[in-house]
């Protein structure tokens, strides 16, 4: 890490690591900025944002739509968020994993379903308790259960790390583009992080809560608070926050991952010149981003299911019709999930896929006589395009 990449409030931070890296030093980051951020160029962008947030905010409390909340978008982020940081799963896998419980499964399909048990599981808990969520004993349950398939990790996860660790230079801290807290300094410093996302001082008068969330990610990753997994951890608090604050969450890893060199710099400038507007600005982006790929998604879902209404003649309130809807959400389905969510027999459920089978909606992929898996092919074809293009839809 080299001092001249430093602005020199950030240099007035730096303290020697211990042993065997004394000749180094590491950022003992200052606690998070409460006053209002000048965005100056990103200003722009900031507003695109909020009104993004404001769109979505609309569609969910006056429309009612089922999309903006759909399982699928937790299950996008988990597999985006973790890829970020190496670990490759698609989501037909994931989809797979949660219908076929195959312990033949890989280890990173296994590490990319807890990103999004997770996820399923806190931001409703973020939703009831509010800000008040925020504390060093959520960060360390986040990773333990975020790293508890991982086979690798060295530590034991949900311990702060008692080693240095640095970002940049591969293998080499002489190299290194920055050099998180040392040690003895991550918990207070961690302390600092989640009393900011709690919102203690004056940032909820001065800060709008996109800045809130950019600060908090980038303050959150230069203390670095474990040897891996830090980045899945910052990443998985975004919607939290959101659902925090009322807002309806969004998932912005499938952005940061087609734009990770600017998620990179953008961070790299807050460490390193506490350059917050900067890392405003890119979240700012992610949220736009995010909603306009989520309208896209939407539109594309919606008329796919228009065009399976008219693919053959449906009964009436048949488990076949209301079957549907909910092909949309599990794509990747078995015959028992099927039974259960429509409060259906197995038989009845089966009569329906065999229907959707007829019409092309749904395709058997084991070829088991038992335990058989049912994939809508099109819907996954929607959600595994490329971020940002349009769909192709048949039919």
Same mark, same amino acid.
């Given at each position: 890490?080299?001092?001249? &990449?430093?602005?020199? *409030?950030?240099?007035?931070?730096?303290?020697?690591?211990?042993? *065997?890296?004394?000749?180094?030093?590491?950022?003992?980051?200052?606690?998070?900025?409460?006053?209002?951020?000048?965005?100056?160029?990103?200003?722009?962008?900031?507003?695109?944002?909020?009104?993004?947030?404001?769109?979505?905010?609309?569609?969910?409390?006056?429309?009612?739509?089922?999309?903006?909340?759909?399982?699928?978008?937790?299950?996008?982020?988990?597999?985006?968020? @973790? @890829?970020?940081?190496?670990?490759?799963?698609?989501?037909?896998?994931?989809?797979?994993?949660?219908?076929?419980?195959?312990?033949?499964?890989?280890?990173?399909?296994?590490?990319?379903?807890?990103?999004?048990?997770?996820?399923?599981?806190?931001?409703?808990?973020?939703?009831?308790?509010?800000?008040?969520?925020?504390?060093? &004993?959520?960060?360390?349950? $986040?990773?333990?259960?975020?790293?508890?398939?991982?086979?690798?990790?060295?530590?034991?996860?949900?311990?702060?790390?008692?080693?240095?660790?640095?970002?940049?230079?591969?293998?080499?801290?002489?190299? @290194?583009?920055?050099?998180?807290?040392?040690?003895?300094?991550?918990?207070?410093?961690?302390?600092?992080?989640?009393?900011?996302?709690?919102?203690?001082?004056?940032?909820?008068?001065?800060?709008?809560?996109?800045?809130?969330?950019?600060?908090?990610?980038?303050?959150?990753?230069?203390?670095?608070?474990?040897?891996?997994?830090?980045?899945?951890?910052?990443? $998985?608090?975004?919607?939290?926050?959101?659902?925090?604050?009322?807002?309806? *969450?969004?998932?912005?890893?499938?952005?940061?991952?087609?734009?990770?060199?600017?998620?990179?710099?953008?961070?790299?400038?807050?460490?390193?010149?506490?350059?917050?507007?900067?890392?405003?600005?890119?979240?700012?982006?992610?949220?736009?981003?995010?909603?306009?790929?989520?309208?896209?998604?939407?539109?594309?879902?919606?008329?796919?299911?228009?065009?399976?209404?008219?693919?053959?003649?449906?009964?009436?309130?048949?488990?076949?019709?209301?079957?549907? &809807?909910?092909?949309?959400?599990?794509?990747?389905?078995?015959?028992?999930?099927?039974?259960?969510?429509?409060?259906?027999?197995?038989?009845?459920?089966?009569?329906?896929?065999?229907?959707?089978?007829?019409?092309?909606?749904?395709?058997?992929?084991?070829?088991?006589?038992?335990?058989?898996?049912?994939?809508?092919?099109?819907?996954?074809?929607?959600?595994?395009?490329?971020?940002?293009?349009?769909?192709?839809?048949?039919?």
């Amino acid at each position: 890490m080299r001092r001249d &990449d430093l602005c020199h *409030p950030v240099r007035q931070r730096l303290e020697r690591l211990p042993a *065997p890296f004394a000749a180094h030093y590491g950022v003992v980051p200052a606690a998070p900025p409460e006053d209002a951020i000048p965005l100056g160029p990103y200003r722009a962008n900031h507003e695109r944002a909020i009104g993004a947030l404001a769109r979505v905010q609309v569609l969910a409390e006056q429309f009612d739509d089922p999309y903006i909340v759909s399982r699928l978008l937790t299950r996008r982020e988990a597999v985006s968020s @973790s @890829s970020i940081e190496g670990t490759n799963s698609t989501l037909d896998e994931l989809l797979s994993l949660e219908e076929e419980a195959n312990d033949e499964q890989r280890d990173a399909a296994r590490q990319v379903q807890d990103y999004a048990m997770i996820l399923d599981q806190r931001v409703v808990e973020a939703r009831a308790r509010g800000v008040e969520l925020f504390t060093p &004993d959520l960060i360390a349950d $986040l990773h333990r259960d975020i790293m508890r398939s991982d086979k690798d990790y060295r530590d034991v996860p949900g311990r702060l790390r008692s080693r240095v660790v640095w970002i940049g230079g591969v293998r080499d801290i002489a190299y @290194s583009t920055f050099n998180p807290a040392p040690p003895a300094r991550i918990e207070a410093c961690l302390s600092e992080t989640t009393a900011y996302m709690r919102c203690e001082g004056m940032q909820a008068l001065t800060q709008s809560l996109i800045a809130r969330m950019a600060i908090a990610h980038a303050h959150f990753e230069a203390v670095h608070p474990y040897r891996d997994g830090n980045g899945r951890v910052g990443r $998985l608090m975004l919607p939290l926050i959101m659902a925090a604050e009322k807002q309806v *969450p969004l998932y912005l890893s499938p952005y940061i991952e087609v734009n990770r060199q600017a998620y990179y710099d953008a961070l790299k400038g807050a460490q390193q010149q506490l350059d917050w507007a900067k890392m405003v600005g890119f979240m700012s982006d992610a949220i736009t981003g995010t909603v306009e790929e989520l309208m896209i998604t939407r539109d594309a879902l919606l008329a796919l299911a228009s065009s399976w209404v008219e693919r053959r003649r449906f009964r009436g309130k048949s488990a076949a019709l209301r079957a549907l &809807d909910l092909v949309r959400n599990y794509p990747v389905i078995t015959a028992k999930r099927l039974a259960q969510r429509l409060d259906v027999s197995i038989p009845a459920a089966l009569t329906a896929i065999d229907q959707l089978i007829a019409a092309g909606i749904l395709q058997e992929r084991t070829g088991y006589s038992r335990n058989r898996v049912f994939v809508a092919t099109e819907v996954l074809a929607i959600l595994n395009r490329p971020f940002g293009t349009e769909p192709i839809l048949h039919g």
